[in-house]
């Protein structure tokens, strides 16, 4: 998904290339989620990214808390230690527990 140009506005790499930032929930759910799960609910993709159990992704939490905008305007971003831009060997490394 990361890589896909079509949806580079909706997801890609930071700058350092060592977490991904997701804009546009409601774009992002309608339009990639369904390409690559069997649905488009943003909240089941994050709990699954973000569970210890499963895949150990962790949100980049950087907005003050409590602090809420609307879905279009929002922007997620997601950090794993084996998840890095033009690191396709550690992949593997990353698995569902």
Not at 26 to 41: G, M
Not at 62 to 84: C, D, V, Y
């Amino acid at each position: 998904m990361v890589i896909d140009k079509q949806y580079q506005h909706l997801i890609a790499w930071t700058y350092s290339g060592t977490s991904f930032i997701v804009c546009n929930i409601t774009e992002f759910s309608r339009d990639v989620l369904p390409k690559h799960f069997k649905h488009n609910n943003f909240s089941s993709f994050v709990r699954q990214l973000n569970m210890q159990v499963l895949y150990g992704f962790h949100k980049v939490n950087k907005s003050p808390r409590g602090h809420r905008t609307l879905a279009e305007n929002q922007i997620w971003e997601f950090s794993h230690p084996k998840f890095m831009r033009g690191r396709p060997d550690l992949l593997d490394e990353i698995k569902r527990k």
